[in-house]
Nanobody, 121 residues
Framework: QVQLVESGGGLVQTGGSLRLSCAAS????????MGWFRQAPGKEREFVAA????????YNEGSVKGRFTISRDNAKNTAYLQMNSLKPEDTAVYYC??????????????WGQGTQVTVSS
């Protein structure tokens, strides 16, 4: 099992960029597909993006397509979420997840603790 720690969140203005990192400890990081989710105040947690264990396949939620890019570096046991053209509606706690991809959906086996992203208007 892996343990996940997110970093890189913060306060940014509309149109700005942030890169979130998810550092994994434990064994077999490259065996896991990885994903990012977010939860805004008063809303349910929602899927943002996912990447296969090899990095060969990626999936994005519709509202972030063209703005967010998920990637991973298996040599560094780290997954990333590059977020560009940020909007106030992107404000949320962002969670990293490790699991298994099935039909473009990720079955989560492990969550990180989350990192806050706030986009000011």
């Amino acid at each position: 099992q892996v343990q996940l720690v997110e970093s890189g969140g913060g306060l940014v203005q509309t149109g700005g960029s942030l890169r979130l990192s998810c550092a994994a400890s434990g064994r077999f990081f490259s065996n896991y597909d990885m994903g990012w989710f977010r939860q805004a105040p008063g809303k349910e947690r929602e899927f943002v993006a996912a990447i296969s264990w090899s990095g060969g396949s990626t999936y994005n939620e519709g509202s972030v397509k063209g703005r967010f890019t998920i990637s991973r570096d298996n040599a560094k046991n780290t997954a990333y979420l590059q977020m560009n053209s940020l909007k106030p509606e992107d404000t949320a706690v962002y969670y990293c997840a490790a699991g298994l991809l099935r039909n473009s959906a990720i079955i989560v086996q492990q969550w990180g603790q989350g990192t806050q992203v706030t986009v000011s208007s």
